[in-house]
């Protein structure tokens, strides 16, 4: 449990963090490697007289992009949400009554000592 934890945690992080950056992920590569961008990702490498140059792909990226921070999402209808309940519930404490003994100050040590002086003997044969 320990140790399933934090990995967990490093994992989610990692995946919010790619999906929030790959927009800026694509751009990057496109940059670094336009070759290799074109070579892969471009859609119009049957048609060079477009020269798109591997263009065609960050557009489709950039528009699900907007279209995503553009499209608010409905998760909560607020005609329905209840923001303040009426009904409260009283709790009572029940009350404990403590029967105390009152405390008699008093020597209670039965302890008896009687000095007697006659010892037994068992019988002698």
Known sequence: MKVGTP????FLSALILINSTKTSLTYAYYELDPVGFIEALCEN???PELQCNGKCHLKKVAKSQDNKQN????????KEV???STHTSEFLFPKIIHNKKPVLITYNNLYSFINTYDFFHPPRV
């Open 7 to 10: 990995i967990v945690f490093i």
């Open 82 to 84: 209840i923001l303040f």
């Open 71 to 78: 499209t608010p999402e409905s998760i909560i209808d607020f």
């Open 45 to 47: 490498k049957d048609q």
